[in-house]
């Protein structure tokens, strides 16, 4: 399997061709959108030729001394017709603007979600190695740069193509000596797009790295605003993001340079082009091989030759972007997985809750060093493991073995002598119960904090599963209940009310296999006490995997395992260490017995 985040990059092209096969998803709207299109560069192709019926009418009647009045009457009628298709061409390039805007808002709303669904299922490695403010630009100003070439660089480029096509047909028909003097400006633009969209593309490239990187700055001042301000940190983190908004300017600026030339060359091939036409063009009318009417209608059409070269400029910094971005889109949408269901895994049955790590070792992605060497243990039902370490020695790696965030590098994670890499995730971790250090609340009332894992809990079982964790008491005297929003991460709470709500969440599962990473870190002794015995009630038959931080986990543990350097150093109950492990003893007094003095 393909190593997770380095998949093979895809050629920004081809990134951008693949996105473009996205529309198959909305066919009907890009197939009104082009057909409109159609519609209306025919009816822009068919002006000239009525110009050319009106300047022809009028010299005709000059010259021969006609009838003004009927001539005055074709006149009116081909301004008629001018004006109608000058309406039609306005009605169907309405259409097509809005067809081609709603498409590309359907394209990026597939990609968006497409984008969020795969980073839901990514694995913890992934996130080790990317920010999060790469993965936020990707999802939105990456994906706004593409829907923006889907609704107006693809649509300028195709509308170019077929205006271009087009006017050199007819004038081909019309004076193909002339024609041909305008035919070789076409390699040359052909060179200017590929040349400057080559040079142009990576560019873009390192802006949106630099955009990312900028975002990402600010993404963790706003999350850390507090300790910043508690440090007096501001004037280095206002320094730390101008460095990085001038990397970004400096980039843009590049850019600007690139087509600050672009667009002077552009403009002189089209020039050199007109320069050209006027001069042999003058020589037929002399010649008498050419009329006003047909040089005029020549002029028109070669008009809209040199119109797409003006535009080469605008649809190369759109195509430049888009690839870019695209590229950077299909890095994520490719990204393989190493956490993932395996073929043919069976869905773990009801859990009995007996754990067992056998020989477990494991090493972090690009680590040479293992955190965990050859771990061995096992935990009946019912029973409750107490981790005990310094910080670094590994407790935390193997409450993540356990749910499948990580994968063990040697060795085997069984629960109920299952395998986890050989059951289903869904089935594995809706019968685990998590309580994480870090508590995670989302935007939303407390009752959807608490019912996260099970939404459709009755209000009884959301007020049981508060009442459990010691939540209930504080969370009716707020003023809406249960109702209550609690802001963005919980900002409206303490840390001891968002781990009781946190504990409240995991409970509600009725998980038969429950952990908890240091979740009672936040609450005082009396709490902790009033949390510890309804967890003591409700865990009964349950198995419990508890970082410990306090005596009181301790003593109630039926085994704790003492890690020192990623290994098992001792594993007993408390009298037993105490008695045969010096490490536990110096543990137990000079960290855990502190608290006895508080």
């Avoid at 990317?130 to 999802?139: D, E, K, P, S, Y």
């Avoid at 061995?376 to 020695?393: C, D, K």
Wanted: glycine content about 8%; overall charge neutral; proline content about 3%.
């Amino acid at each position: 399997m393909m190593k997770q985040g380095t998949p093979a990059r895809p050629r920004a092209p081809g990134a951008l061709m693949r996105a473009i096969r996205f529309l198959g998803g909305h066919k009907r709207t890009t197939a009104i959108a082009y057909s409109a299109l159609i519609v209306a560069t025919l009816a822009q192709l068919v002006v000239p030729v009525l110009v050319q019926n009106m300047i022809d009418t009028v010299t005709l009647a000059s010259q021969t001394g006609g009838d003004i009045r009927t001539a005055e009457g074709l006149v009116f009628n081909a301004a008629g017709l001018i004006l109608l298709f000058a309406l039609l061409r306005g009605a169907f390039s309405f259409v097509q603007a809005f067809m081609a805007e709603t498409t590309s808002q359907g394209l990026a709303f597939d990609l968006r979600n497409a984008i969020f669904a795969k980073i839901q299922r990514l694995s913890f490695s992934y996130y080790d190695r990317n920010q999060t403010g790469q993965l936020m630009i990707r999802a939105t100003d990456d994906v706004e740069r593409l829907r923006t070439f889907i609704a107006q660089g693809l649509v300028l480029a195709a509308s170019s193509f077929l205006l271009l096509t087009g006017a050199l047909i007819i004038l081909a028909f019309t004076n193909l000596r002339l024609t041909f003097v305008v035919m070789p400006l076409l390699p040359i633009a052909l060179a200017l797009f590929i040349f400057f969209g080559r040079v142009s593309q990576p560019l873009f490239a390192v802006v949106q790295e630099r955009l990312s990187a900028l975002n990402t700055i600010l993404q963790e001042n706003l999350a850390g605003l507090k300790v910043v301000r508690a440090f007096a940190r501001e004037p280095y983190e206002e320094q730390r993001f101008d460095v990085a908004a001038t990397n970004l300017m400096a980039q843009q600026l590049r850019i600007n340079q690139v087509f600050s030339f672009l667009f002077p060359v552009i403009f002189l091939v089209a020039q050199l082009g007109q320069v050209a036409i006027l001069y042999f063009g003058g020589r037929q009318i002399l010649g008498g091989t050419l009329e006003l009417g047909g040089y005029q209608k020549f002029s028109l059409y070669l008009t809209y030759v040199f119109v797409p070269l003006g535009q080469l400029g605008f649809i190369i910094t759109l195509v430049a972007q888009a690839s870019a971005s695209a590229r950077r889109i299909f890095e994520v949408l490719d990204a393989q997985s190493e956490i993932e269901d395996k073929p043919g895994a069976l869905p773990l049955p009801l859990l009995n809750g007996r754990v067992e790590f056998r020989n477990v070792t494991f090493r972090y992605l690009g680590t040479g060093d293992p955190v965990l060497k050859e771990v061995s243990f096992v935990a009946e039902p019912g029973q409750t493991i107490a981790l005990l370490g310094a910080t670094g020695s590994g407790k935390t790696t193997i409450i993540n073995l356990l749910p499948r965030f990580y994968d063990a590098s040697e060795g085997a994670v069984l629960i109920d002598g299952h395998d986890v890499r050989d059951v289903t995730l869904d089935s594995l971790r809706s019968q685990i119960g998590i309580v994480l250090q870090e508590t995670n609340l989302f935007s939303g009332t407390v009752r959807d904090n608490i019912a996260f894992g099970r939404p459709e809990a009755t209000e009884a079982e959301v007020e049981a599963a508060a009442r459990a964790a010691a939540a209930h008491s504080f969370i009716a005297a707020m003023p809406e209940g249960y109702q209550t929003k609690v802001g963005e991460r919980g900002v409206t709470l303490s840390g001891g009310q968002k781990q009781r709500i946190a504990i409240a969440r995991a409970l509600l599962l009725d998980p038969r296999l429950l952990i908890l990473d240091d979740s009672t870190s936040s609450v005082d002794l009396q709490t902790e006490a009033t949390i510890q015995q309804a967890l003591d009630t409700l865990m009964e038959g349950r198995t419990s995997v508890v970082i410990a931080q306090r005596i009181s986990t301790v003593l109630r543990a039926d085994q704790i395992l003492v890690l020192d350097q990623g290994r098992i150093a001792a594993a007993g109950t408390h009298a037993e260490l105490m008695e045969h492990s010096p490490i536990y003893a110096e543990i137990y007094h000079s960290q855990l017995v502190k608290e006895t003095n508080l």
